[in-house]
């Protein structure tokens, strides 16, 4: 095969070029840590590395919704937790309202069943993060609307939210709901707080019912009437009391899960991606040497001329 002169300087431009790439290519995975930075260097693991990475962005997502749950959990407890205080009040109201007691007591009962009422509205439309906890999914407006006499008593309450709940997805194809309606009168799906038709809860109307009875003397009444449907009111208030601490349970387990399996992510996308710093050290000064070699024996080959071969 025949040479000209200019293949040896074509030849040994290519091959510093070649081991130049290669040196540029090391330096940046001893500088970064990572092994490739575009996908044509390693088609296979960068792929590998992107659904490792979308999976993570979305427990990382999860972990955000359950956090959300969570403070909302955190909110419908205290409330809850506060109308229970109310109804065992009323309760123990009710018990002691009987033949024994005077007129004057009885009105003085009466006094304090009114501010219970007005206590259970309060807790009845609390807002968490500028939503109302009890309007179900219509939780932008004041779920509960109370109608007052001249007294400015209040003499009913309307429920103006609904009866479904919003969801959060706290893991793939599992969404799970924290909310609680304040009232159900249909008779399925989600109980209602303080109303529930399916289990004959109703604490408003109870509660109205007790103040006017004490007003009016009616201790036949409170224990036969009123006593029975506090009891309602109070085993569904601890009913919706444990149901919050078992979602509290559970999301805790979740994000446990989501968090262990983060980190198991985290690892094998590291695995994938990041440089053996020692290796490529080590490859590094290979190729520095090569490229150190290359330019001497291209400058001794060049720096030859037509008289070197005639000598």
């Known amino acids: 095969m025949r040479v000209t002169a200019s293949t040896f300087p074509n030849v040994i431009r290519a091959q510093l070029e070649r081991l130049a790439t290669q040196q ?7 500088g970064t840590g990572q092994r490739f930075q575009m996908a044509s260097e ?12 979308n999976e993570i962005k979305a427990i990382t997502q999860y972990e955000k919704n359950i956090g959300a749950l969570k403070d909302a959990l955190t909110a419908s407890f205290a409330a809850i937790d506060d109308l229970k205080k109310v109804s065992d009040r009323a309760g123990e109201i009710a018990t002691r309202a009987d033949n024994l007691r005077t007129p004057q007591e009885l ?16 807790l009845s439309n609390t807002r ?12 932008t407006s004041l779920p509960f609307d109370p109608t007052r006499n001249a007294q400015n008593q209040i003499t009913s309450v309307a429920y ?19 909310t609680v309606p304040g009232a ?5 799906g989600e109980r209602g707080l303080l109303q529930d038709t399916s289990v004959g809860a109703d604490l408003f109307a ?7 009875n004490l007003l009016s003397n009616k201790t036949a009444a409170i224990r036969t009437g009123d006593l029975p449907n506090l009891l309602k009111d109070e085993e569904n208030i601890l009913y919706h009391f444990g149901s919050v601490g078992t979602e509290q349970i559970r999301l805790d387990m979740t994000s446990s899960i989501a968090n262990t399996r983060k980190i198991s992510l985290d690892s094998l996308v590291s695995k994938e991606s ?14 520095q040497n090569a490229y150190v070699a290359a330019l001497k024996t291209g400058g001794t080959i060049l720096s030859q001329s037509l008289l070197d071969y005639i000598n």
């Not at 968490?128 to 939780?139: A, R």
Request: aromatic content about 2%; cysteine-free.
């Open 128 to 139: 968490h993060q500028g939503n109302y906890l009890f309007g179900g999914t219509k939780n």
């Open 184 to 188: 159900n009168t249909s008779g399925s």
């Open 206 to 212: 109870h509660l109205i019912s007790l103040r006017d």
């Open 160 to 178: 103006n939210g609904s009866e479904t709940v919003s969801s959060s997805e706290i893991a793939e194809n599992i969404n799970i709901s924290v």
């Open 24 to 30: 540029a290519r090391l330096h940046i995975q001893a």
């Open 274 to 287: 990041d440089a053996d710093l020692a290796k490529t050290l080590v490859s590094l000064s290979e190729i």
């Open 107 to 122: 009105q003085a009962l009466s006094i304090e069943v009114d501010q219970l009422i007005e206590r259970a509205l309060q």
């Open 42 to 53: 390693d088609p296979r693991a960068m792929r590998k590395v992107l659904d490792l990475q």
